[in-house]
């Protein structure tokens, strides 16, 4: 079973966890020339992370906790694509991601006489890029998407994410 490693109140909390994750896109193409197009993408997706059995220790005192991570995004992109007629492929997209973050967390002592928990919740909307490559060859075909999520709205930081899909046609 995956395990997860959290830092709370200067404690670090390690045990289990288990997640959902859910995702569905739909891509429009709003108008066709002779070697391109031009689209409009959009996704939903969901992050679920619970983590119900972390322990952790603090001045030789066992500490147990529980941790709940939820991720919502709505991404919308306008794009070209250039692989219209071509075998090798290749798209760029541009647009927003709509984004909401909750975490908590708690920690308490074995018997139960200190308490203590922290919850995060914010929201962000930030820029995201997409460019896609695409390769047809006899009954295969291989997709490569690289994204870059910013979250400057809020944090400090961006997501960069490679998604690499094959596919066999018959």
Not at 76 to 84: N, R
Not at 148 to 170: A, M
Request: proline share 2%; hydrophobic share 35%; charged share 15%.
């Amino acid at each position: 079973m995956p395990s997860e490693t959290v830092t709370f109140a200067g404690i670090t909390f390690k045990g289990p966890v288990t997640g959902l994750y859910f995702s569905a896109l739909s891509k429009y193409s709003f108008k066709n020339f002779k070697t391109s197009n031009l689209y409009f993408e959009q996704s939903l997706s969901h992050r679920n992370l619970q983590a119900n059995n972390l322990s952790g220790e603090r001045n030789g005192k066992i500490l147990l906790g529980t941790s709940s991570t939820i991720i919502n995004s709505y991404d919308a992109l306008f794009g070209i694509d250039l692989s219209t007629k071509l075998e090798d492929g290749f798209s760029v997209a541009a647009g927003l991601s709509f984004w909401s973050f909750l975490a908590k967390g708690t920690a308490t002592n074995q018997s139960n006489t200190i308490n203590a928990w922290k919850t995060i919740k914010t929201n962000g909307i930030d820029p995201l890029l997409k460019v896609s490559f695409q390769k047809i060859l006899d009954h295969k075909k291989l997709n490569t998407d690289l994204q870059f999520r910013s979250l400057y709205s809020k944090f400090n930081t961006g997501i960069v994410s490679i998604n690499l899909k094959y596919e066999y046609l018959f």
